[in-house]
């Protein structure tokens, strides 16, 4: 029973960050996604720091030494200050079903970066399981229809979603060397948000945007939608995929979280009206099979 409440909360995971991307894509292309990923990362803290207290009694994390403050620190502004505001950027150019694909890179790079740098073993199933995600990745993006905007944008677009999905693994990595010893989870999530929440509003004192970031909350449909977004992606969207974590396999978790690209094929058609080719839902199940592959091996 845990196991099929794992897998629910696993597909509920995939649905949040489907659903969450729409959102930030329609509150990033009102307000510019700079903005977006600031204003989020406030939301996302609040209501992490809320859950924090609910649970433990503390807003904030005690006993936390300078060894988890480095890690999960550097995570943070690799993963979610560097990482998320390049695909807030890819969701502006591209929208985000190809965003979400490029994100299907993330346990690609992953296992390359712990292949190079932590020594875990690279076989050959894993390879091919790796080979077979790429081919699929390929499928999609040579698809596009003959109208899709310049080609210009669709590249920046489609690159900064291959930074995107770059920083989330590296951020990974970084913060799966926070908890060890098994520190708990929550708290390192808050720490991570935390000093990226730090990192982009010094970015933004620095370049004198912060008066232009508070004036887009006047917009309220970009306020709605990037707050319903914060909800739903680093609130209850990780919530829920570290409850599929602990409740099932590890590796049929992953792969059920894998799915947003599946979902993104009829929610941007239905909310972007957005033309999507045979190739392009061919080559996105191709891609999740092939990251199936990476987490199942």
Partial sequence: MNNLFGEIAALGTALCWSI????????????????????RLVVGLILL????????????PQEVTSYHWFWFGFSGIVG???GDTMLFKSFVLIGPRLSMLMM?????????????????????TTILAIIITLIGITWVILSRSKDTRKKRHYT????????GAFGQALGLILSKQGLANNFPALDGNIIR????????????????????????????????????GALLGPFLGVWLSLIAVQLTYVGIASTLMALPPVFLI????????????????????????????????
């Fill in 20 to 39: 969450g991307s729409v959102f930030f894509t329609i509150s990033s292309r009102r307000i510019g996604h700079h903005a977006v990923n600031r204003l």
């Fill in 49 to 60: 720091s809320i859950t924090h207290y609910a649970i433990t009694g503390q807003l904030i």
């Fill in 80 to 82: 979610f200050a560097i």
């Fill in 104 to 124: 299907s890179l993330v346990p690609v790079f992953g296992t390359l970066i712990a292949w190079l740098f932590l020594h875990e073993v690279l076989d050959l």
């Fill in 156 to 163: 920046i677009g489609l690159l900064c979603g291959v930074g």
């Fill in 193 to 228: 948000i935390f000093i990226a929440a730090i990192t982009v509003w010094l970015f933004s004192l620095f370049h004198g945007t912060i008066p232009t970031t508070f004036r887009a909350l006047k917009d309220q449909k970009a306020a709605l939608t990037m707050s319903t």
């Fill in 266 to 297: 009829p929610l941007s058609y239905l909310v972007f009206k957005e033309k999507i080719t045979l190739a392009a839902i061919l080559g996105t199940i191709v891609t999740v099979i092939g990251v199936a592959l990476i987490f199942l091996l």
